[in-house]
Nanobody, 123 residues
Framework: QVQLQESGPGLLKPSQTLSLTCTVSGASITMQYYVWSWIRQAPGKALEWMGGITYDGRDVYSPALKNRASISRDTTTNHFSLQLRSVTPEDTAVYYC???????????????WGRGTLVTVSS
């Protein structure tokens, strides 16, 4: 029933801000006690949890990205968004939005995923 879908530009230049939106259907992003997260996978790398926003609007981040990432939500339209500032080619990855209810922020605990969207950072 729950569906998530990422959208946003697929090509960026270094120093720009990545902006993606996750559209959620079949569940409210305010439903307790879920965490709505952004996860990425760079070529040849493992899944990396980037950050998320809780059912009650608290945003949390991976320590590696806390200085560059921002996550927000719009409860009216039932979507949440990711901004990643000052991107470099190392930010090239498939970006996923996902949901989990355990609060571990572990990609293995996500119970619903979007299909992912490839973002390439290149000059």
């Amino acid at each position: 029933q729950v569906q998530l879908q990422e959208s946003g530009p697929g090509l960026l230049k270094p120093s720009q801000t990545l902006s993606l939106t996750c559209t959620v259907s079949g569940a409210s992003i305010t439903m307790q006690y879920y965490v709505w997260s952004w996860i990425r996978q760079a070529p040849g790398k493992a899944l990396e949890w980037m950050g998320g926003i809780t059912y009650d609007g608290r945003d949390v981040y991976s320590p590696a990205l806390k200085n560059r990432a921002s996550i927000s939500r719009d409860t009216t339209t039932n979507h949440f968004s990711l901004q990643l500032r000052s991107v470099t080619p190392e930010d090239t990855a498939v970006y996923y939005c996902a949901r989990e209810d355990r609060g571990t922020c572990d990609p293995c605990d996500m119970d619903s995923w979007g299909r992912g969207t490839l973002v390439t950072v290149s000059s």
